[in-house]
């Protein structure tokens, strides 16, 4: 009987699982909505446990990816912006009971940045960045080959370094966090309040005047139509990225700054921006050594990752 490991991405809105070889074959995925409780996370995991079964297979054992504070080590989510019902929640052991399959979890940008350093554009690199644009902005940091994972596995919360002393409200309770300036809901923001102020801009007729409409790729797509609102949307995001950008490589010195999530698709118009903004404030010499690239797994990283942390742990290799 072959095995297999089983990955989830538990997603505030979705909720994705698949079964990977220890090659890094995925013979099955499967996924749903999240939900408000954890009935359809049993149901992603029951089902890839039947499919296994279809396919012969032995689920050797299980990671669970999951957005917000995580406590590795004791299989503990402490709080999940988007998973109200996961506060303080003994996830690894309740999916343990569930399964019967040995369990581990960790936060999901965390498992996304194992996804490229086995498969993704991390591959053979020891040291290097993984960061991820969307409706919020999450990092994890990868050094010597393993996760930096600070006293309390809260490190890389990149999204949360503070760039305007009295900017935005945050989600996390503070203000003028880089996460409220650069993510998709600041960039439809700014297009907004180009609106109020009556800027010209052929997105308005776009949306057939339903504002609630206007999302990031729809901004790109203007953008790249010679939009200038839209553009200016995303170059100001753009800098604000190439800024902690130039933070990262000063402290840390990586040979490699992945970037992932929705936003990043945006990559002609952004990277060129975030580069040179990078380059402005980095020193000479860690800026030239620093690839700054796009994510090769895109949204897939996180579900890999996931799957990749069950294997090492069967192997006994903590990461
Ligand atoms: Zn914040």
Do not use: W
């Not at 079964?19 to 890094?24: N, P, T």
């Not at 393993?146 to 809260?154: A, Q």
């Not at 200038?228 to 190439?242: F, Q």
């Amino acid at each position: 009987m072959g095995e297999v490991c089983l990955g989830i991405d538990l997603g505030g809105t979705k909720i994705k699982g698949i079964l990977m070889k220890a090659d890094g074959l995925i013979v099955y995925q499967y996924s749903t909505s999240t939900g408000n409780n954890l009935d359809n996370l049993f149901e992603v995991i029951e089902k890839l446990i039947q499919e296994s079964k279809n396919l012969s297979l032995n689920i050797c054992s299980i990671g669970v990816g999951c957005a917000g504070l995580i406590d590795h080590k004791n299989g503990i989510t402490i709080e999940s912006a988007n998973l109200p019902f996961l506060k303080r929640f003994p996830l690894r052991d309740t999916v343990y009971k569930f399964a019967g399959i040995p369990t581990t979890i960790d936060n999901d940008v965390k498992m996304g940045a194992i996804g490229e350093m086995f498969y993704g554009e991390g591959k053979g690199i020891e040291d290097f960045v993984f960061l991820t644009l969307g409706t919020g902005i999450g990092g994890a940091i990868i050094i010597n080959g393993k996760v930096y994972r600070g006293i309390s596995n809260h490190s890389g919360e990149i999204g949360h370094l503070n760039l305007q002393t009295s900017g935005p409200d945050c989600g996390c309770g503070k203000q003028g966090c880089y996460e409220t300036l650069a993510s998709g809901p600041a960039i439809v923001n700014y297009v907004l309040y180009g609106i109020q102020m009556k800027r010209d801009t052929m997105i308005l007729e776009k949306v057939a005047g339903n504002i609630s409409k206007i999302n990031p790729s729809l901004i790109a797509e203007l953008a790249e139509k010679g939009d200038r609102l839209c553009l200016e949307a995303l170059t100001e995001s753009a800098r604000y990225t190439g800024k902690v950008l130039s933070y990262l490589i000063n402290i840390l010195n990586p040979e490699k700054i992945i970037i992932g999530g929705g936003i990043s698709e945006v990559k002609n118009i952004l990277f060129p921006i975030i580069r040179e903004t990078a380059q402005l404030y980095s020193l000479v010499v860690p800026f030239e050594n620093c690839t700054i690239i796009k994510s090769g797994l895109g949204t897939e990283s996180g579900v890999i990752g996931a799957a990749q942390m069950a294997l090492l742990k069967y192997k006994g290799i903590e990461i």
